[in-house]
């Protein structure tokens, strides 16, 4: 007996809305959106059209030039959004990869366009929803230990910001989140450079092992905060 595309689709539902008896304080929004030049084609909803464009974005810089021309001038004018910044690479990784932070997107972007599909996959953008109930001199930590456990240890190359804007009543004008750029291809310059790789974000189900990842990482941190505890004034690690 064969599965039908419907009973897929109602599946695909139960695993991912989030149930009634779960606050929405305990279920943060999480969204990763492919980067390519159509994505409309794929139905998502839309992230820029390079690698390049898609970091410049989160890192509040209007400097870099893709293939499409120079980044827009509002990007460097929200800057004051911006609560961190990085770029994460594996330890092994050579040191052009750090002295130059857009050259991985740089490279990811031509080989992407060189392929001649439009639609042909470059990386992915993901958003984080960080708990408003988090004290912001935790979110660097958080955000930096989930992108190393999920996607640097893998070998994965990732550009991350956090962004957030606090109103003067104490609530949010931009509720806290974060922005993470993953490559989605070969990045070190050996001969598997611009290829696909199958294991960054690039099924269906590693989405949602990335999704509630998240989630879990957010709720061991509410517990960790409840107890107080700290290890010298530093919090321990979360897988």
Excluded at 78 to 95: D, I, M, N, V, Y
Excluded at 124 to 132: A, G, K, L, Q, S
Excluded at 135 to 141: A, K, N, S, V
């Amino acid at each position: 007996m064969f599965i039908e595309h419907e009973q897929l689709k109602a599946a695909r539902r139960e695993l991912v809305v989030r149930p009634r008896a779960i606050s929405r304080a305990e279920w943060p929004d999480f969204k990763i959106r492919p980067v390519s030049e159509e994505w409309r084609y794929v139905g998502r909803v839309p992230a820029y059209r390079t690698m390049t464009a898609n970091v410049a974005y989160i890192w509040r810089d209007s400097a870099p030039v893709d293939r499409f021309g120079p980044m827009p001038a509002r990007f460097a004018e929200r800057r004051f959004e911006l609560k961190g910044a990085g770029l994460a690479l594996p330890a092994s990784a050579p040191l052009w990869a750090a002295a130059n932070p857009y050259q991985i997107w740089e490279e990811a972007d031509r080989a992407t366009a060189a392929s001649g599909d439009p639609a042909d996959l470059a990386g992915w953008h993901v958003m984080m929803e960080i708990p408003t109930r988090i004290r912001p001199e935790h979110w660097r930590w958080m955000v930096e230990g989930f992108v190393h456990s999920q996607f640097v240890a893998k070998g994965a190359a990732v550009a991350w910001a956090i962004h957030a804007i606090e109103a003067e009543d104490g609530d949010w004008l931009i509720p806290p989140h974060a922005h993470l750029i993953v490559t989605g291809r070969h990045w070190r310059h050996d001969y598997r450079r611009g290829r696909r790789h199958p294991n960054w974000i690039a099924s269906w189900a590693q989405q949602k092992r990335m999704e509630f990842a998240w989630r879990r990482r957010c709720a061991n941190l509410r517990d960790i905060e409840s107890a107080g505890f700290t290890v010298n004034d530093r919090w321990p690690g979360i897988c």
